[in-house]
């Protein structure tokens, strides 16, 4: 079991960055493939990233793909989401999650992440 908390969220202008951080209690965190999904007001929860065990292997949704970037620190038992040029279209509630999937790294599909944070809020202003 783990326990999911996100920090890093906040308002910001059209073209600036934000670091979102999900820091994991419980573990171990190496087994958990972790990932971003966000929702936006009046829409459905919708993927955002993806990164393997090790961090090697990441997978992005295509809106965000050349802006954004996930990463993790399994010694700090942490992942990020950097997000770069951000738009008015990336306002949403962004949630950190973990999936303890095994097999070929893939694109794990949302049912699969048993573990959920409690979201941080993103709002970019035009």
């Known amino acids: 079991q783990v326990h999911l908390i996100e920090s890093g969220g906040g308002l910001v202008e059209t073209g600036d960055s934000l670091r979102l951080s999900c820091v994991a209690f419980g573990g171990p965190f190496e087994a958990y493939v972790m990932a971003w999904f966000r929702q936006a007001p009046g829409k459905e929860r919708e993927f955002v990233a993806q990164?393997?065990?090790?961090?090697?292997?990441?997978y992005y949704e295509d809106s965000v793909k050349g802006r954004f970037a996930i990463s993790r620190d399994n010694d700090k038992q942490t992942v990020y989401l950097q997000m770069n040029s951000l738009k008015p279209g990336d306002t949403a509630v962004y949630y950190c999650?973990?999936?303890?999937?095994?097999?070929?790294?893939?694109?794990?599909?949302?049912?699969?992440?048993?573990?959920w944070g409690q979201g941080t809020q993103v709002t970019v202003s035009s």
């Open positions: 990164i393997g065990w090790l961090g090697q292997l990441t």
């Open positions: 999650a973990a999936s303890d999937y095994r097999g070929i790294f893939r694109p794990v599909t949302e049912p699969e992440f048993g573990y």
